[in-house]
Nanobody, 124 residues
Framework: QVQLVESGGGLVQAGGSLRLSCAAS????????VGWFRQAPGKEREFVAV????????YYADSVKGRFTISRDNAKKTVYLQMNSLKPEDTAVYYC?????????????????WGQGTQVTVSS
């Protein structure tokens, strides 16, 4: 079992930056991939980024490529999402999730555990 807790959300102006954190406990952290997803009001939850177990691979949604960076610190059991050049359309609740098979997948139904989310609001 895994517990995931997101933090770092908040209100920021367009063009600004935020860094989200996903702190994990439970199962050995380095044994699973971690993804970030987001859900805006009235929309489906969508893939943002994923990082594999040993951080040897990362993948991004086209909408955030070049602006967001995912990283992990296995010693601190934490995954980060650095978000730069934020846009109003990035406004959403951001969730991290654990994929025990470590596939680096963008499919949300292939993730095993989810955090509760953190709100990111970008004002224009």
């Amino acid at each position: 079992q895994v517990q995931l807790v997101e933090s770092g959300g908040g209100l920021v102006q367009a063009g600004g930056s935020l860094r989200l954190s996903c702190a994990a406990s439970g199962r050995t952290f380095s044994s699973y991939a971690v993804g970030w997803f987001r859900q805006a009001p009235g929309k489906e939850r969508e893939f943002v980024a994923v990082i594999t177990r040993s951080a040897d691979s990362t993948y991004y949604a086209d909408s955030v490529k070049g602006r967001f960076t995912i990283s992990r610190d296995n010693a601190k059991k934490t995954v980060y999402l650095q978000m730069n050049s934020l846009k109003p359309e990035d406004t959403a609740v951001y969730y991290c999730a654990a994929d025990f098979l470590g596939r680096g997948t963008s499919r949300r139904n292939e993730y095993d555990y989810w955090g509760q989310g953190t709100q990111v609001t970008v004002s224009s």
